[in-house]
């Protein structure tokens, strides 16, 4: 991935953008409602992984090309070439090192991560949408988990993402129901973080971006971290966690940027150092 502002280069059906501190992935095989072939599954595992390397990256947007964000795994295009019955223990060996790898990179990517999301969120492309920070829906969005009713259980973290976010009646209702749900109830469940008339899609998603990439980066992450543990941490465990992450956050050039503003009374300017 290059570093230059501006820079951009297609890869398997995902755009790939830098536009200054912001790493663009755009999703882009419509006429399959951007569903995700292994290519691009790889594409996205390579882009985000680079992305944990670079230090003047400051938040990562994920989006859909057209009318939808992402119609889930193509698993149509995944075993077209397959005649032969795959040996026992096929997806567990294969799944966690690409749809399972996706979703982990975004959840731990100590980044902020926003999606934009149109139309189709569904399946794998559903749980990218609740693994990121921050996903702004367009109000006629909608989210399906469709695993049952295609005749098998869910899979690329469902079962962890949504009882977390929306709670565990909610979570049967989507995983055990196979039940759509619309954008404005997906916000009012805590499923993500807004969702907005889609003319207002675009302007509210470029805020929230400056807002992240324009903070100070490695507090975010470092408050991403944390907060992300403490779903296993008892309350003790957790305040500890905190006071590694301040330790660390109080070295930064940041840090000292916050101070002196408050000092001075003047909106910080943060670096993301």
């Known amino acids: 991935m290059s570093n230059d502002d501006g820079s951009r280069r297609r890869s398997e059906a995902v755009r790939v953008e830098r536009d200054g501190p912001i790493l663009r992935l755009t999703l882009d095989r419509t006429e ?8 691009m599954v790889q594409t996205l595992i390579r882009e985000l992984t680079d992305a944990a390397h670079d230090d003047s990256l400051r938040a990562v947007h994920i989006t859909g090309a057209g009318e939808n964000f992402c119609g889930g795994a193509d698993w149509v295009a995944t075993n077209r ?9 096929n997806l567990v060996r294969r799944v966690p090192h690409q749809a399972h790898r996706i979703v982990e990179l975004i959840h731990d990517l100590h980044l902020p991560v926003v999606c934009t999301v149109r139309g189709w969120a569904v399946g794998l492309g559903c749980n990218l949408a609740f693994a990121a920070d921050f996903t702004v829906a367009a109000d006629d969005a909608v989210f399906w988990e469709p695993f049952i009713t295609r005749g098998f259980s869910p899979d690329s973290g469902a079962t962890w993402l949504v009882p977390r976010l ?7 209702q989507m995983l055990m129901l196979g039940e759509k749900i619309g954008a404005p109830d997906a916000c009012n469940w805590g499923l993500i973080y807004r969702s907005t008339p ?7 998603a470029a ?8 903070g100070p980066t490695v507090a975010l992450g470092l408050a ?15 305040m500890n966690q905190e006071l ?11 840090f000292k940027e916050g101070l002196r503003a408050f ?10 150092r």
Request: hydrophobic share 35%.
């Open 32 to 39: 399959a409602l951007n569903s995700l072939s292994s290519a």
């Open 81 to 89: 070439n397959d005649a032969s019955r795959p040996r026992a223990g």
């Open 166 to 172: 929306a709670g565990t009646a909610r979570a049967k």
């Open 198 to 204: 889609e003319p207002d899609l675009d302007a509210v």
């Open 207 to 214: 805020q929230l971006l400056d807002r992240l990439a324009s």
């Open 224 to 238: 991403k971290q944390a907060i992300n543990r403490s779903h296993t941490a008892s309350l003790t465990d957790a």
């Open 244 to 254: 590694y992450s301040l330790e660390l956050a109080c070295r930064t050039e940041d």
């Open 263 to 272: 000092k001075e009374r003047t909106e910080p300017e943060f670096r993301g």
